[in-house]
């Protein structure tokens, strides 16, 4: 797990080790044991490392493979690396360290873009070919490891974050309008490739980009999933369901034990993080480290699920670490967030994750966390409705979508408006492609590979990222997700949601922890908007900044800044929120 960056020149000039060093720099935060660059001519490569597998300097990046004339950097983990490295060497491949990273380098050097899909994981890297010339850019099914990317006459660069890609300077700060609209329209997601800046990109998840000496560029999907199914797993029963996936899980929470370091986790009191804790119990793990968050209670609503988390802890008997956060040390921290976030991210629980991650970091380098289970198994409250909507399209834009197309002309300035409805038309191309029939499934698909990747799996990586720490995600191993893609919708949707997921639990935790209400990570200070957070928020969004900025009508914020609490999104959220964060977000990268 680390952070990496570089450039790439196609025009015959030579990059400077200066801005190599001052990109890697920026990465600090994501590898704080090592620093490495390699510059060579038109070729300059930055890293910083975490050390979690061979801790040895041999695994030390950039890495270079003399045998195959490679130069490589890499962010991320790649479970079955032992395996592959023992086939590899049947294949005669000599290896000098004993981590991933020259699994990763040997495996392209002898099977090629066959090479993707054997690896198990998350990563994003990028290969230099001293023989061709040619540059590969990969990154995870799922997205899970960020991939940033700036292009411009003659050059490439690429970043784990979108702050080290600006520390490269001459980039295009604009606002991409598209994108805007994506970001105002669904809470804040982006879809790759675009980011809210003009001169910012991000390669998809799942893509595989090579380009060659002049600087030509291919990219191919190389896995999607498939939500097409038998006529055999039509006929399943919900509990040979229940076994099957029970089955997949454990070989993917096994996998992410994968390291050389101790693995904690995350634990919300929720099912997801509960089912993880009680497969590792199950498989033997003993003392393992959980660690929860809360914050004061606000509004009369709880600010913690310690008492689920405390539940699952004691049953188990875990080495538990309850962390509570004081509001006043929660507005403190808020500031460090924001500038933390690779881009603008407005769910409340980022803080959460920051904070929590800060503690977590004290005493342990890897974690695996829940996320990704609502949306492969269908636990939001949208999906039912798909089932008979004669419209699926216009029943998730109703439930999902924080704003139509005529209040997004009200809100923002017209500059700053898309030519058409973007995030509408997005959907629309998404939902009509081939392989998923069922409207649930088209849904789950378009949040399993687009809204969960620019969302959820972004903002654990940042926030956890930001303090030197791994998470794992084993929800979304690519073979649990092909399994729960075959899954017939009506046994995800049942029992109030993530039905199978539910039943398979009980063969494993208490069923206290899976008949509880649906919760979500509870910030509630932050939730309704008022004291020093709308101090705050008037300060950014008044500021000479924001004016010359002029992205929203002031007639738009006047109305939210004297109502906070009447104006929520239909999916809970705080629309002074989602504009002042995305203001506060601009102010603190300097653009």
Not at 116 to 124: I, K, T
């Amino acid at each position: 797990m680390c952070g990496i960056c570089g450039e790439v020149r196609f025009d015959g000039t030579h990059v400077p080790l200066e801005k190599i060093q001052t990109m890697t720099d920026r990465l600090a935060s994501r590898g704080p044991d090592a620093s490495g660059t390699h510059v060579e001519g038109p070729l300059g490569m930055g890293h910083r490392r975490l050390k979690i597998i061979d801790l040895s300097d041999a695994s030390s990046q950039p890495f270079i493979d003399e045998d195959n004339e490679q130069v490589m950097v890499f962010n991320g983990c790649i479970y079955n690396y032992p395996e592959l490295r023992a086939e590899l060497q049947k294949a005669g491949h000599r290896f000098k360290s004993h981590g991933d990273t020259e699994v990763i380098l040997k495996a392209w050097a002898q099977w090629g873009e066959d090479a993707l899909p054997r690896l198990q994981g998350m990563f994003a890297f990028v290969i230099h070919e001293k023989r061709t010339g040619r540059i590969i850019m990969a990154r995870d099914r799922f997205g899970i490891k960020p991939l940033y990317l700036n292009e411009g006459p003659g050059h490439i660069r690429f970043a784990s974050s979108l702050q080290s890609i600006l520390a490269g300077g001459d980039v295009d700060t604009s606002i991409d309008r598209a994108a805007l609209h994506n970001y105002m329209t669904w809470h804040a997601v982006v879809p790759a490739p675009r980011t809210i800046l003009n001169g910012v990109r991000k390669l998809p998840a799942a893509t595989l980009r090579i380009i060659d000496a002049k600087g030509n560029s291919t990219e191919k999907t190389y896995w999607q999933p498939t939500f097409e199914r038998s006529a055999e797993d039509e006929a399943r029963s919900e509990g040979e369901w229940c076994d099957l996936l029970l089955e997949e899980l454990r070989k993917s929470v096994r996998r992410r034990m994968v390291c050389d370091v101790p693995v904690g986790v995350l634990l919300s009191g929720g099912v997801d993080s509960s089912l993880i804790v009680g497969l590792l119990a199950e498989q033997g793990q003993e003392g393992l480290a959980t660690y929860s968050i809360g914050f004061e209670d606000a509004n009369n609503e709880k600010g913690n699920e310690f008492e689920y988390s405390d539940l699952i802890a004691n049953h188990y008997g875990t080495n538990h670490h309850k962390i509570h956060i004081p509001s006043a040390e929660m507005m403190e921290n808020l500031p460090h967030a924001i500038k933390a976030m690779s881009e603008p991210m407005v769910s409340y629980d980022n803080i959460g994750f920051y904070l929590l991650s800060r503690e977590v970091s004290k005493t342990i380098k890897v974690v695996q966390s829940g996320q990704g289970a609502d949306e492969v198994f269908g636990g939001y409250h949208w999906y039912k409705p798909l089932q008979s909507a004669p419209n699926p399209i216009e029943s998730y834009a109703l439930a999902f979508f924080d704003r139509d197309q005529k209040r997004m002309a009200r809100h923002l300035n017209p500059d700053y408006l898309a030519d058409r409805n973007e995030s509408l038309a997005f959907l629309a191309e998404h939902f009509c492609r081939p392989g998923a029939s069922d409207p649930v499934d088209k849904a789950l698909r378009l949040d399993t590979n687009v809204m969960l990747v620019d969302d959820p799996v972004k903002r654990v990586d940042n926030m956890t990222m930001a303090w030197g720490l791994e998470a794992r995600v084993p929800f979304l191993d690519h073979e649990v997700v092909e399994l729960a893609g075959r899954i017939p919708s009506r046994h995800k949707l049942a029992h109030g949601g993530k039905g199978v997921l539910k039943e398979a639990s009980r063969q494993v935790i208490p069923s206290a922890v899976i008949d509880r209400p649906k919760g979500y990570f509870p910030v509630p200070a932050l939730k309704y908007i008022e004291g020093p957070y709308l101090e705050m928020v008037k300060d950014a969004l008044g500021s000479q900044a924001a004016k010359d900025r002029g992205l929203f009508q002031q007639s738009y914020l006047d109305r939210l800044f004297d109502a906070p609490s009447d104006h929520i999104t239909p999916l809970r959220g705080s629309e002074l929120w989602q504009v002042a964060l995305l203001e506060l977000w601009l102010q603190a990268q300097e653009v």
